[in-house]
């Protein structure tokens, strides 16, 4: 009797002593899962599945872990790490809140820990040989516990263009006002730029940013107001001195105009120039 050949399964893919070949990719899963419905069935043994929760939630990890840390590849270390706690931890995940806080808050926590990590080893100068003081080492693996459950982990349509160059002035323009934008809000202090970071650049909600950071919903809206009264003010500095280089004019632009006019001259019978000219 033929038997049938077994379903396919989504745990992670085996391979045989010595086999070269890499293992297959997962083949696609549904992205309209809920969290909740996928958590569940992560912890079922759908391990593949989790992928989608770092797709989904990858960029805004990152947004919170670089509002605190202000290092892009620290940053990045500290998404990882916080994946890593969340999946060992996901069983701890009670559904009092969204995944969504729930990761977020140990992504702040993780990039909070690095901070304080990376201050105290800043303040503390060790000579060579010499033993660190007793209690350095508990302090830096402590952070301030909460009640909340994350707690109970071991705690962050483009306008046409006729020219490349001036397609390539606009988009320097752009990357010029993101980076001053972003300098901007990495002077805001900590506590303000965490709030407005997941606030307003990453959309969450006003629960959800409460949840995430531990702190009562009126003191993230007294936070993100104070966050965006800094921001006003530093931005309209930074504009004032930049009004100077508004409109520019100059380079290939102002090349094109001389060349067009002197085409349009030279057709029309009233100019003598050489054709070479001006270059």
Not at 76 to 98: C, M, N, P, T
Not at 132 to 158: F, I, N, Q, R, Y
Not at 168 to 184: D, G, H, M, P, T
Not at 243 to 254: I, M, Q
Request: proline share 6%; glycine share 4%; net charge positive.
């Amino acid at each position: 009797m033929r038997t049938r050949e077994p379903t396919h399964s989504r745990s992670l893919p085996r391979t045989s002593v010595g086999a070269q070949e890499e293992a297959p990719p997962f083949p696609p899963v549904p992205s309209t899962l809920s969290d909740l419905e996928i958590v569940r069935r992560i912890r079922a043994g759908d391990v593949a599945l989790f992928e989608i929760l770092l797709r989904r939630y990858n960029r805004r990890l990152f947004r919170a872990a670089r509002s605190i840390l202000r290092d892009e590849a620290e940053a990045e270390d500290a998404v990882q790490e916080a994946w890593i706690r969340a999946y060992k931890h996901l069983e701890r995940f009670a559904g009092r809140s969204s995944f969504a806080a729930w990761v977020t808050r140990i992504a702040a926590y993780v990039a909070y820990t690095r901070r304080e990590r990376r201050r105290r080893s800043r303040a503390l100068v060790v000579q060579p040989g010499q033993d660190l003081p007793d209690g350095v080492t508990a302090e830096l693996s402590t952070a301030p516990s909460s009640d909340h459950e994350c707690s109970s982990l071991d705690p962050g349509e483009a306008w046409p263009v006729a020219h490349p160059t001036a397609d390539l002035e606009r988009q320097v323009s752009q990357r010029e006002l993101r980076e001053a934008l972003e300098r901007a809000i990495d002077r805001l202090p900590v506590e303000f730029r965490t709030v407005f970071v997941l606030r307003e650049v990453e959309g969450m909600t006003i629960a959800e940013t409460a949840t995430a950071l531990d702190l009562l919903p009126q003191t993230v809206k007294t936070r993100l107001h104070r966050a965006r009264r800094l921001l006003r003010k530093d931005l309209a500095h930074a504009l004032r001195s930049e009004l100077g280089a508004l409109f520019n004019w100059g380079g290939e632009r102002c090349d094109r105009v001389v060349r067009q006019v002197f085409a349009l001259l030279r057709c029309s019978g009233r100019c003598a120039l050489p054709k070479d000219r001006p270059g």
